[in-house]
């Protein structure tokens, strides 16, 4: 990215020479333009205005979407553009013309991609030639010289840390940065996150307290239970064992119960919800769950070890 960008797109130009000087160094294959403007359309036959990013990529490159639905973009073909499947909430499908409302520009839609969003926009994916007519015409009524104006927002790179190393050092007014680093500097991206870490920590805790005391207070309405077994010489050993198996039935039990519910609820969600819950995180959650339910149950563990067979057997009677 340009320097002193603050890691930001919208903040980012970089002209065709620092782009040839970097495909030079990483390789042409490895170093891909990318293009980022916020933008507003409106669908043809519609009067709803819909907030995008527009995405200018190499179509044949390794930045470009899978297809879902539809043609993918051609380099040599212009007017063409692939959208986010959450345009389809405004109307739009395979063949609506959209219109840029600040150039006038219009383009038909050749395809959808799936989970595809910039800043909460739907993104919207144009070639290199469409990019540069968006530009040209920006440039002509400010009254600059087109040609000279052709600007990208950051060049992507793939490259090993030795390239990055010499990447940097040969290209001046320039920086290079992670993926991640870029990501996190999408304006609101890192205050987001923040947040619902936070939230996810506290869920994490107070479930913790949760579960521990439930199983807690199950155990000690069994405390007559629990001293006659050990008068009848039931080991301290097996209680403990039996309270940990019933703890991690339960658990199992229940989180099924709830990755059922959450599979069927992310199937009535409307497409232009954000929500995405890989099988991987599932998983992780549920371990991470069942390894709290043991932890807690330890408080348990303890209590029946504490357990006074003839105390019980005492009150029992009485």
């Given amino acids: 990215m ?12 970089i002209d065709q020479n620092l ?27 519609g009067t709803e205005k819909v907030d995008v990013t527009l995405l200018a990529i190499n179509p044949g490159g390794w930045l470009a979407s899978k297809v879902t639905d539809g043609s993918p973009l051609s380099e040599e073909v212009k007017g063409r ?22 150039s006038g520009t219009k383009w038909i839609v050749d395809g959808f991609v799936k989970n595809e969003s910039f800043s909460h926009t739907p993104a919207v994916f144009l070639n290199k030639q469409d990019w540069v007519e968006l530009q040209a015409q920006a440039t002509t009524r400010q009254g600059a010289d087109p040609a000279s104006s052709i600007v990208f927002n950051a060049i992507a790179i793939k490259a090993v840390p030795e390239k990055v190393t010499e990447l940097q050092a040969a290209l001046p007014n320039s920086e290079v940065i992670t993926k991640s680093e870029a990501v996190s500097a999408i304006p609101g991206y890192k205050e987001e996150q923040g947040s619902l870490m936070m939230m996810i920590a506290f869920l994490f805790v107070i479930s913790a307290f949760v579960l521990a005391v439930f199983f807690y ?6 405390t007559s239970q629990f001293g006659i077994l050990k008068a009848i010489g039931t080991r301290t050993a097996y209680l403990a064992g039996s309270v940990a198996l ?3 039935v339960l658990s199992v039990g229940s ?3 709830s990755v059922v519910l959450i599979q069927l609820f992310k199937s ?44 019980a057997i005492g009150r029992t009677m009485a």
């Fill in 255 to 257: 989180l099924s119960i």
């Fill in 81 to 102: 553009v692939l959208v986010d499947q959450t345009m389809v909430d405004y109307g739009v499908k395979i063949g609506t013309t959209i219109e840029d409302q600040a």
């Fill in 246 to 248: 019933q703890v991690f």
């Fill in 2 to 13: 340009e320097q002193d960008s603050n890691h930001r797109f919208t903040r980012s130009h």
């Fill in 217 to 222: 207070v199950i155990t000690i309405q069994k």
């Fill in 19 to 45: 782009l040839q000087e970097a495909a030079q160094i990483a390789g042409a294959d490895n170093a891909e333009p990318l293009g980022v403007r916020m933008a507003t359309v409106i669908p043809t036959g």
């Fill in 268 to 311: 009535i969600l409307p497409s232009s919800m954000p929500f995405q819950l890989e099988y991987s995180t599932l998983l992780f959650t549920c371990l991470i769950f069942i390894a709290m339910s043991l932890v807690g149950s330890l408080f348990s563990v303890w209590k029946v070890t504490k357990i006074d067979a003839l105390d």
